[in-house]
């Protein structure tokens, strides 16, 4: 079964940092784009990251532009998320999926997703 498990959230101060990692199963992880989603209270899922499966060029959100880094080793089936200069309105359930390599999109037909990892920004 294809399986997507994102984990290392967490309680963090304002300013502070976390680093999520996303496990991936099911699936030939190094020919697809991976991407970071979180979905707030209130608010549908929001793309904030998507990195592609060759060059490791990535895409971000414009809220998160310059703090976080996409990551990923295939030879891990695993690909991160490093959070540095965390704020408040980045607290939110995050998800990890296939997404549309130079967007931030899930993939509608390659739609699979985990209970996700809560990450609370507060001081």
């Known amino acids: 079964d294809v399986q997507l498990q994102a984990f290392g959230g967490g309680l963090v101060q304002p300013g502070g940092s976390l680093r999520l990692s996303c496990a991936a199963s099911?699936?030939?992880?190094?020919?697809?784009?991976i991407g970071w989603f979180r979905q707030t209270p209130g608010k549908g899922r929001e793309g904030v990251s998507c990195?592609?499966?060759?060059?490791?060029?990535?895409d971000y959100a414009d809220s998160v532009k310059g703090r976080f880094t996409i990551s990923r080793d295939n030879a891990k089936n695993t690909a991160y998320l490093q959070m540095d200069g965390l704020k408040p309105e980045d607290t939110g359930r995050y998800y990890c999926?296939?997404?549309?390599?130079?967007?931030?999109?899930?993939?509608?037909?390659?739609?699979?997703w985990g209970q996700g990892t809560l990450v609370t920004v507060s001081s």
């Open positions: 999926g296939i997404c549309d390599p130079g967007t931030l999109k899930a993939n509608t037909d390659l739609d699979y």
């Open positions: 099911g699936f030939t992880f190094s020919t697809y784009a």
């Open positions: 990195i592609n499966s060759l060059d490791g060029s990535a």
